[in-house]
């Protein structure tokens, strides 16, 4: 059975064999519409958004979040990126396209010699403020500590 998914002009039909192909590639979670947890996988802190993913992909790191991101602009898929799940305008979910859910990446690398930190993309303000903080260092950002810093910045 293929998956149906949107993309910005309708809708299209990605076969069978590339989205087993696409989800064996992937060393996180895909989670799919009928799959245990997808109402929560799908859902933001803005439950006005209702969104309906055909793919979630919940990325263990770089190498999924790539392989994600090439599957969509292969197949011209809709794509949306979560970060810290915080998004008011619900731009980090999708109808029917992949979200790369970046939750599970949530390393914060901190640097006290050069001032600086790194951090990934699911990372919330909570867990930066929490390691600069051991070194005496503070990052200017949001106030609320679980909004993701991805989300925040790009913002």
Same mark, same amino acid.
């Given at each position: 059975m293929a998956v149906q998914v949107r993309n910005r002009t309708g809708s299209t039909i990605v076969d069978t064999a590339a989205v087993e192909a696409f989800i064996s590639s992937i060393h996180g979670a895909v989670i799919q519409a009928g799959d245990d947890g997808y109402d929560d996988a799908r859902a933001i802190q803005n439950g006005l958004i209702d969104r309906r993913p055909a793919l979630i992909v919940r990325a263990s790191g770089p190498a999924d979040v790539i392989a994600a991101v090439s599957f969509a602009r292969d197949n011209d898929?809709? @794509? #949306?990126?979560? !970060? &810290?799940?915080?998004?008011?305008? *619900?731009? =980090?979910?999708?109808?029917?396209?992949?979200?790369?859910?970046?939750?599970?990446?949530?390393?914060?690398?901190?640097?006290?010699?050069?001032?600086?930190?790194?951090?990934?993309?699911?990372?919330?303000?909570?867990?930066?403020?929490?390691?600069?903080?051991?070194?005496? @260092? #503070?990052?200017? !950002? &949001?106030?609320?500590?679980?909004? *993701?810093? =991805?989300?925040?910045?790009?913002?």
């Open positions: 898929l809709l @794509l #949306a990126v979560r !970060g &810290g799940g915080h998004n008011v305008a *619900g731009n =980090a979910v999708c109808d029917g396209g992949v979200v790369v859910d970046l939750t599970r990446m949530r390393s914060v690398r901190v640097d006290p010699a050069a001032r600086t930190a790194r951090a990934e993309g699911g990372a919330t303000w909570g867990e930066l403020d929490r390691e600069t903080q051991v070194f005496g @260092l #503070a990052a200017p !950002g &949001g106030i609320v500590s679980t909004t *993701g810093i =991805a989300g925040l910045t790009m913002h």
